[in-house]
């Protein structure tokens, strides 16, 4: 089976590196086909731990070739830091590509992310301050700087006077802010285009190559479901593609070359930045989650917000996705509680929603209705069979299953790389 989707099931964090881990050796390449270095992920190899923000995790797995797609933006110069922290510590990192059509986040992109965030005040999104939003709507506006535009001055010239044409207006006449400098840009943009020259590929070009020669590529989603730009909980959501099929646009296959879609999620939910989460905790439950779980995020230190399962938010995460398989995440950290409450469906105003809400407003108004399971006291993190699992961690997982819209393949029961319950061949 050689295109694996790997995608977030709730809004991020749910620990893509354990399903990354079960592929194992098979996988040849690792593409990642959206976002940027709002990501943040740890990787832990042996005694060395690793946090990656904008390289794809293959990166750190040797004879895998790391890709970075046509989807996503590029900060170059914390490209460059990931690439030196990783040399510096002996990783080989000449295999990597970086697609010529991704779009680059300059200095204004973060400038104008956080100026913007400040602006809408009380409505911000509670972005990771990045660039990732002004760069896409760059994008999407036709003023974008591709990577390509840094091997040519004259073009990168022209097309850095277009981004900021009216972005200096703004930037000056309503958040009061000094004009940026074409020539400042051009500078900061040209000092890495040698370096960057040799990364750069044709890379729809040697994705579908090596799909032809049956390779095994795996299309890792930045950000998760219910972050995507159509399909999360939209305005607090990311600016790109994070479901399924961004790994169709973002990378350069074809819809009908993907043979599987995995997605992953916690065993409880967790949220960062702003937005609606029907199942939040406020009181010590939550903050019990967040401590056990460790719910800090890696990029930005905030702490996550916590709450229980929503079946609701996994069934439409299968649907949206087209998932084959679930990886269910961190189960060790539910041990302990007497009782686990999921929520099954949504009262809204008086009215059942079993499904998610078609209405924005409907959603921030839903109030979970639970059913409510039994806990365990074992400690699962030595587990690698189900039949390893205290009864009620089992009927917990039992009842996941049941109303999540998609088989569950994998459980994990520990922070470490072994410490995971295989149960359906992910490659399969
Ligand atoms: P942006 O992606 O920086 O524009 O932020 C938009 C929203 O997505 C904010 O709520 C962020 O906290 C959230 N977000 C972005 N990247 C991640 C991630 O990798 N994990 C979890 N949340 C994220
Ligand atoms: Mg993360």
Request: glycine share 10%; proline share 4%.
């Amino acid at each position: 089976m050689p295109a694996v989707v790997l995608v977030g099931a709730q809004w991020g964090d749910e620990g893509k590196g354990k399903a990354t881990d079960l592929l194992g050796s098979r996988v040849d390449y690792v593409v990642k086909f959206n976002g940027g270095n709002n990501a943040g992920h740890t990787v832990v190899i042996g005694d060395e731990k690793y946090a990656l923000h904008l390289l794809p995790s293959g990166i750190l797995s040797p004879g895998v070739i790391p890709v970075i797609g046509n989807g996503v933006v590029v900060d170059i110069e914390v490209l460059f830091q990931e690439l030196e922290m990783l040399s510096s510590r002996g990783v080989d990192v000449s295999k990597l590509l970086v697609s010529s059509q991704a779009h680059v986040i300059a200095s204004f992109h973060r400038t104008l992310d956080k100026v913007t965030e400040r602006f809408l005040g009380q409505r911000r999104i509670g972005t990771t301050g990045r660039g990732i939003g002004p760069s896409y709507a760059d994008k999407i506006n036709r003023v974008g700087i591709r990577i390509a535009d840094l091997f040519d001055p004259k073009i990168l010239r022209a097309k850095i006077e277009g981004s900021l044409d009216q972005k200096n207006h703004l930037l000056v006449k309503v958040y009061n802010r000094r004009a940026v400098e074409v020539d400042a840009v051009l500078e900061e943009l040209l000092a890495y285009a040698d370096r960057l020259r040799p990364m750069v590929a044709n890379t729809p070009l040697v994705l579908n190559n090596a799909l032809d020669e049956g390779k095994t590529l795996l299309f890792e989603a930045g950000q998760a479901t219910m972050l995507d730009i159509d399909h999360g909980t939209y305005p607090f959501v990311t600016s790109s593609s994070a479901t399924a099929g961004g790994a169709v646009i973002g990378s350069g296959i074809g819809p009908t070359r993907i043979d599987s879609v995995i997605g992953v999620i916690k065993a409880y939910t967790t949220r960062v930045g702003e937005g609606p989460f029907p199942t939040e905790l406020f009181d010590e439950t939550g903050v019990y989650l967040q401590t056990k779980g460790g719910e800090v995020g890696v990029t930005t230190g905030r702490a996550r917000r916590c709450g229980w399962y929503d079946a609701v938010i996994a069934r439409y995460a299968s649907r949206i996705n087209g998932l084959t398989d679930l990886v269910v995440t961190k189960l060790d950290v539910l041990t302990g509680l007497e009782k686990i409450p999921v929520c099954v469906a949504y009262n809204v105003d008086g009215q059942r929603f079993d499904e998610m809400p078609d209405n924005q407003s409907d959603f921030h108004h839903a109030v979970p209705i639970y059913d409510e399971l039994p806990g365990w006291e074992e400690d699962i993190s030595a587990a690698r069979t189900l039949a390893d699992l205290p009864a009620n961690a089992r009927s917990y997982m039992q009842f996941l299953e049941d109303i999540s819209g998609c088989r569950i393949s994998a459980i994990g029961v520990g922070p470490a790389r072994n410490e995971i319950i295989p149960i359906h061949n992910l490659l399969s």
